[in-house]
């Protein structure tokens, strides 16, 4: 039986349970109002009558709703194709409701939590096929909502297809507050896990049609959203409730100082003439504050912060039993980057490093000194290949 025939049925049921309660309500009311005129014993008779057939009727509603659910959960069971390990063999009817339209074209770059970031906003995008407009009435009563997603960039998804025997899944993953020491994944709000599903929370900031407008989010450009719940500060926010030492680090990963060089407003205001119409920022000034704060956490991997300023290597070293020239040297060591730091293409120029941000299509290119200080030096329009990776 299909979802509408299923539906109707339900309607049909409760229709005739309401239609004959009603009926027999009415009736025993008016016999009870013409029992004066009928003598006592007629009267008590028809009363005694009309509560049994209300009863009857009331069981039977209690019966087949008891039947409707015994079958709604034989056809779960069927539709999971449950056998001897339910784990394995259990699946939902789960599919993304609406995706994601962020500010943060790349991983790199996106906040590792919610709220860090107040200026990072998003647009989402509701399927409208899946999901009729009347459903968001009244989400624009509340401050902030939940919104559980789908971690679709994972470099690891593959794996979640394999026999557990054969996914070679990690237990314990490397933390960046505990500078990469590694520690459990359900310790940790990794974004590689047995179900590459994530929880986050961010500020709505308006309703309009079958599209909720937010800021504060984590979110990269293109997240499939599985479902948002309202945030509710009642239940939502625990009292009292505690986390590990090294959680509460916080200064781990703040930046000294966030700078920006003489000529980058030049280069930003040639660049937002081409992004203006679709950007999520009303100005060239807004969208540089969004650097800004973005920039003032350190959004370097692991691998990174642990041999930052590398020194330049010189003209005849050796690159894998080969010795190689400046260009060679040069190019093997951003593929290197780009392979283990999730695409993140870096430049090594003289004693420092250039790192690259990637927001709405631009790509904002910044070096930090060995204080944590920041410097932004210049921001163009993003080539293909750095968007893709």
């Keep these: 039986m299909d979802g509408s025939k299923s539906e ?43 509560e049994a057939s209300l009863k009857g009727v009331l069981e039977k509603c209690a019966a087949e709703r008891q039947g409707r659910i015994r079958a709604q959960k034989a056809l779960r069971e069927a539709l999971s194709g449950t056998n001897s390990n339910k784990n394995e063999s259990s699946s939902y009817p789960m599919a993304p409701i ?3 339209h962020s500010c943060f074209s790349t991983r790199n770059g996106t906040p590792r939590q919610p709220l860090l970031v107040p200026l990072a906003r998003s647009s989402l995008i509701f399927d409208s096929a899946r999901v009729p407009q009347a459903s968001l009435e009244g989400l624009e009563g509340y401050s902030h909502c939940w919104i559980i997603y789908v971690f679709h960039l994972n470099t690891d998804l593959e794996k979640l297809w394999k026999h557990p025997s054969q ?21 940790t709000r990794s974004p590689h896990r047995p179900c590459p599903i994530g929880l986050t929370v961010a500020k709505v900031e308006a309703v309009r049609g079958h599209t909720v407008l937010l800021s504060g989010v984590d979110l990269v450009d293109g997240t499939p959203v599985l479902d948002i719940k309202p945030y509710l500060p009642y239940c939502d926010n625990i009292e009292g409730a505690k986390v590990p030492e090294w959680v509460k680090e916080d200064n781990a990963l703040v930046i000294a100082s966030v700078d920006f060089s003489e000529g980058f407003s030049s280069s930003l205001a040639n660049c937002w003439l081409l992004v203006e119409k679709k950007s999520l920022y009303a100005s060239p000034d807004e969208f540089q504050l969004l650097i800004k704060q973005v920039l003032s956490w350190d959004i370097r991997s692991v691998s990174q912060r642990s041999r930052p300023h590398k020194p ?6 050796i690159v894998g039993n080969r010795v190689v020239d400046d260009a060679s040297r040069v190019e093997s060591f951003q593929e290197n980057e780009a392979l ?6 870096i430049s090594s120029l003289s004693s420092d490093t250039v790192y690259h941000l990637i927001l709405e299509g631009l790509d904002v290119a910044y070096r ?4 944590a200080n920041v410097s932004v030096e210049t921001v163009t329009l993003a080539s293909q290949n750095t968007k893709s990776n």
């Design 167 to 187: 996914s070679k899944f990690k237990a314990k993953v490397r933390v960046p507050r505990l500078k990469g020491e590694r520690i459990g994944v359900f310790a």
């Design 340 to 345: 283990e730091n999730g695409g993140e293409v």
């Design 368 to 371: 930090m000194d060995s204080t």
């Design 312 to 317: 330049s290597l010189q003209t005849d070293d």
């Design 8 to 50: 109707f049925l339900k309607l049909t049921i409760a229709f005739a349970f309401a239609s004959l309660s009603a009926s027999t309500a009415i009736s025993l009311y008016l016999w009870r109002r013409k029992s004066n005129s009928i003598p006592n014993g007629d009267a008590s008779d028809k009363i005694k009558e009309l």
């Design 98 to 100: 609406a995706v994601v």
